[in-house]
Nanobody, 123 residues
Framework: QVQLVESGGGLVQAGGSLRLSCAASGRTFSSYVMAWFRQAPGKEREFVAAITWDDGDTYYEGSVKGRFTISRDNAKNTVYLQMNNLKPEDTALYYC????????????????WGQGTQVTVSS
């Protein structure tokens, strides 16, 4: 059974940093796309960043480009999201997700999801 387990969320002041982790298990993720989404209260779930498991190609939503970095450690089956220069508008529940295709990358039509980790940025 596939499991994605996020960790690393918390409360941070504006301008601070956090690193989220997503530990993946239950299958081989070779050829998969791993992504981070976020959902703020009253808003739709939105794409943040994605990385291809094999080649490490990365994709970012515009507002996080230059501040967030997605990476993966294949040996540990773990995906990371390094978040720097955090802003109050980054406050959300952050989800890790996985699917087998790059098609419609930014849409939340992923096969597997974690339970989410809360990120709160105070002004």
């Amino acid at each position: 059974q596939v499991q994605l387990v996020e960790s690393g969320g918390g409360l941070v002041q504006a301008g601070g940093s956090l690193r989220l982790s997503c530990a993946a298990s239950g299958r081989t993720f070779s050829s998969y796309v791993m992504a981070w989404f976020r959902q703020a209260p009253g808003k739709e779930r939105e794409f943040v960043a994605a990385i291809t498991w094999d080649d490490g190609d990365t994709y970012y939503e515009g507002s996080v480009k230059g501040r967030f970095t997605i990476s993966r450690d294949n040996a540990k089956n773990t995906v990371y999201l390094q978040m720097n220069n955090l802003k109050p508008e980054d406050t959300a529940l952050y989800y890790c997700a996985a699917k087998a295709t790059l098609y419609r990358l930014v849409s939340p039509n992923y096969n597997y999801w974690g339970q989410g980790t809360q990120v709160t940025v105070s002004s």
